[in-house]
């Protein structure tokens, strides 16, 4: 019979409170089973009273049994032991450094595997049996095994805090509602977890909303492959023009040149590609999904039909890819700018010392700095100037200026009176709603308002300063992040196309920058189109 046991029912034959095969077995009046030597222990510690009973089924019993040992059952015992059950549990079953080890084991002490919320004890496997088995922990909340079940109680009354108190914000016990927390906003922490656990899922679906859109921007990116390729290619052609035109002074700048533009069409197809790769692949899923879809028209089954559809309906919509952003091309063309730059200027750097930095610090910027007025002509009648027409304020009831051919109708805006060549830098401090500019003379001044505003056209570039800056040209818009500051630095080298706006405050921090070839002498201007007070001013050297 002996033979017949196997490893799982070795447990009958175990004492549940060492734990190992009975020695000495003896039979209590509750029916369970007990080494002699470990339900004598039991009971020897304490009160009698409570600890003359079943540490199983929690039987009390007075006065103490007498123990008689269990003889056919320690035959039985022994003739296990030569089966090799005897063998303790292995190391795994052990509590080790960061498990939550038995509270009832004795000795080298077993996982335990549930804990109590009010016995406010964790059990292995063998001494939960009686929260199982007996009636007397039939109540007993028993959850994963713990070592924080010290934070289920109060400190205060040693109570278990099944209480939320919504206006501390804390788990508290009955007592603490009655006494600190009375007349407090109070739920039973069950219900207070159900509503925070709702509030969880819609932080989670606005996460994994948030992150349906940004799979969407992603998509944008698709076309500008073949865009970066042409600008590349026409990139390379052009630089090989200039530079045959000064083969004997820079072959080598040539090559590196060359090698550069390559190794950034390299670089961005690579980027593009692998985005436009994972875009594929959730094709590919899309796909996937249709054909099982396509799959599931087709079946005759109405059953397997509505099981299957719900799993296969869910499909994320997607959206049209939109237009390339044309603002990140401008690598490639300021190649060709620079180099056509250089070729003008080669008699004056035959030595080889060029180069294609700009100023960096506000102190070189301020080398190239420049007095720009305003022009009344150009003026708004909604704009009124002031400090020797350096300086706009918005002012919707102003009606001083008489008609110009000049004058601005329709918009707040206005021009500076010189036109700017060269290396200029102004800065200007702005207030309400304002986008400051550049612009060429020849901009429309009249008829529908579209074709004049700063930004909205190819003969104007703008930045607007509000709660957020936003560059705009030809009636694209880029949002830009960067410091927020009231004053704006403006650096244009009109002859190398570069036009850059800065955020000036302890720091100068460059917010965009426009490499393009200027075809006329550019005018600063503002656009004012916030509330009346607002302003826009050139700033004094300092």
Not at 345 to 367: D, H, V, Y
């Amino acid at each position: 019979m002996a033979q017949q046991v196997n490893q799982t029912d070795k447990v009958k034959f175990c004492c549940s409170i060492c734990l190992d095969l009975l020695k000495d077995p003896v039979t209590i009046p509750c029916g369970h089973n007990y080494c002699m030597r470990c339900i004598q222990t039991h009971w020897d510690k304490g009160n009698q009273k409570i600890n003359n009973s079943c540490p199983q089924c929690g039987q009390t019993f007075n006065p103490k049994p007498v123990l008689v040992k269990n003889t056919m059952l320690a035959e039985l015992v022994e003739e296990l032991k030569k089966t090799g059950l005897q063998a303790p549990p292995a190391d795994h079953c052990y509590a080790g450094p960061g498990d939550v080890a038995c509270d009832v084991c004795t000795g080298k002490k077993l996982k335990a595997s549930k804990s109590c919320l009010q016995c406010l004890a964790s059990y292995c496997e063998q001494h939960l049996q009686p929260h199982y088995e007996s009636p007397a922990f039939k109540k007993h909340k028993l959850i994963e095994a713990s070592v924080k079940l010290q934070e289920n109680i109060c400190s205060n009354h040693d109570k278990l805090k099944e209480i939320y108190c919504r206006t501390n914000q804390q788990c508290i016990c009955f007592l603490c509602s009655l006494d600190d927390h009375k007349g407090h906003d109070t739920v039973s922490a069950a219900a207070e977890r159900t509503e925070k656990q709702k509030k969880l899922g819609e932080s989670r679906q606005r996460i994994q909303q948030r992150v349906q859109d940004r799979e969407k921007d992603v998509k944008k990116l698709q076309e500008e492959t073949e865009t970066i390729n042409r600008s590349a290619d026409k990139a390379v052609e052009d630089s090989e023009k200039i530079f045959t035109e000064l083969i004997n002074l820079i072959e080598k700048r040539r090559s590196d040149v060359k090698q550069q533009i390559r190794s950034r069409q390299g670089t961005e197809v690579g980027r593009v590609k692998s985005l436009e790769n994972k875009l594929n692949q959730e094709i590919a899923e899309l796909k996937r999904k249709d054909a099982g879809l396509e799959e599931l028209s087709r079946t005759e089954d109405h059953t397997h039909f509505l099981h299957s559809y719900p799993s296969l309906s869910n499909i994320t919509q997607t959206t049209d890819s939109p237009r390339p952003n044309i603002y990140c091309l401008q690598y490639f063309e300021d190649v060709v700018a620079t180099l056509t730059a250089a070729r003008d200027k080669m008699l004056a750097i035959l030595t080889g010392t060029w180069s294609l930095s700009e100023p960096t610090t506000r102190a070189e910027f301020l080398q190239y700095s420049c007095e720009i007025t305003l022009d009344p002509n150009t003026a708004n009648t909604w704009l009124v100037l002031s400090d020797g027409n350096r300086k706009t304020t918005l002012d919707r009831k102003n009606k001083q200026y008489p008609y110009h051919q000049e004058r601005f109708s329709q918009q707040a805006q206005v021009l500076s009176k010189d036109g700017l060549t060269g290396r200029c830098y102004w800065e200007v401090e702005m207030s309400g709603n304002s986008r400051v500019a550049v612009a060429y003379k020849s901009i429309s001044r009249s008829g529908h308002s579209f074709l004049y505003v700063f930004g909205c056209n190819e003969k104007s570039w703008a930045l607007n300063w509000n709660n957020a800056y936003t560059f705009m040209h030809e009636n694209r818009s880029l949002n830009i992040s960067g410091p927020k500051s009231s004053r704006i630095g403006v650096y244009l080298d009109h002859r190398a196309g570069i036009l850059s706006f800065y955020s000036v405050s302890e720091t100068t921090t460059l917010l965009h920058r426009v490499q393009t070839t200027f075809t006329e002498p550019l005018h600063a201007g503002f656009f004012l189109f916030g509330s009346d007070g607002d302003t826009a001013e050139f700033c004094d050297k300092k």
